[in-house]
T-cell receptor, first 111, second 116 residues
Framework: RKEVEQDPGPFNVPEGATVAFNCTYS??????FFWYRQDCRKEPKLLMS???SGNEDGRFTAQLNRASQYISLLIRDSKLSDSATYLC????????????FGKGTHLIIQP | EPEVTQTPSHQVTQMGQEVILRCVPI?????FYWYRQILGQKVEFLVS????????KSEIFDDQFSVERPDGSNFTLKIRSTKLEDSAMYFC??????????????FGNGTRLTVT
């Protein structure tokens, strides 16, 4: 059973389009949720935390649905520089320690 | 902006050798972590460290692995006798003083370990 599951893609999207990713998690007691971005062979970098009420940061909007145990990320007006792998990350145990990563969704923005 | 730094960026070693991967977490952070990512796979949790002791470790973190904070700034991961399957990117991360519930991890740029 996969703990954090994502569609691996790749998603090929034209520049300027809107794209959405979903992620599901298995542990209903999970407390913290994040989207990280990872470029090829680089470290994960925090894109945004995900809050229960949903939150927006510029072109990026994150939503959390606790009842269905899924998290979404919406990217509007996509840029070439948005091409990357987007990692759904969950604190499965609701405590201080290790985060559980999804395998990531690969996004390719095409000119 | 303060950052987590890791050295070396690439380490090549022979099977059976010991390696030490080094990290300097962000200075006011209290929680430290090691993760690894095998090429093409997901990022996997290895160990967390707080108040000079391991607070949690995964199944991957067996007796061949150890961590240490030898002074006030460095945080190291040692692999005693490397195996081919230890080849991966190893990421150090740290978290700040705020409630660890929602504070995100800050990752270093990784050490690529190649075991031959």
């Amino acid at each position: 059973r996969k703990e954090v599951e994502q569609d691996p893609g790749p998603f090929n999207v034209p520049e300027g389009a809107t794209v959405a990713f979903n992620c599901t998690y298995s542990n209903s007691a999970s407390q913290s949720f994040f989207w990280y971005r990872q470029d090829c062979r680089k470290e994960p970098k925090l894109l945004m935390s995900v809050y229960s009420s949903g939150n927006e940061d510029g072109r990026f909007t994150a939503q959390l649905n606790r009842a269905s145990q899924y998290i979404s990320l919406l990217i509007r007006d996509s840029k070439l520089s948005d091409s990357a792998t987007y990692l759904c990350v969950v604190n499965m145990k609701g405590g201080a320690d290790g985060l559980t990563f999804g395998k990531g969704t690969h996004l390719i923005i095409q000119p | 902006e303060p950052e987590v730094t890791q050295t070396p960026s690439h380490q090549v070693t022979q099977m059976g050798q010991e390696v030490i991967l080094r990290c300097v977490p962000i200075s006011n952070h209290l929680y430290f972590y090691w993760y690894r990512q095998i090429l093409g796979q997901k990022v996997e949790f290895l160990v967390s460290f707080y108040n000079n002791e391991i607070s949690e470790k995964s199944e991957i973190f067996d007796d061949q692995f150890s961590v240490e904070r030898p002074d006030g700034s460095n945080f190291t991961l040692k692999i005693r006798s490397t195996k081919l399957e230890d080849s991966a990117m190893y990421f150090c991360a740290s978290r700040d003083r705020r409630s660890s519930y929602n504070s995100p991890l800050h990752f270093g740029n990784g050490t690529r370990l190649t075991v031959t």
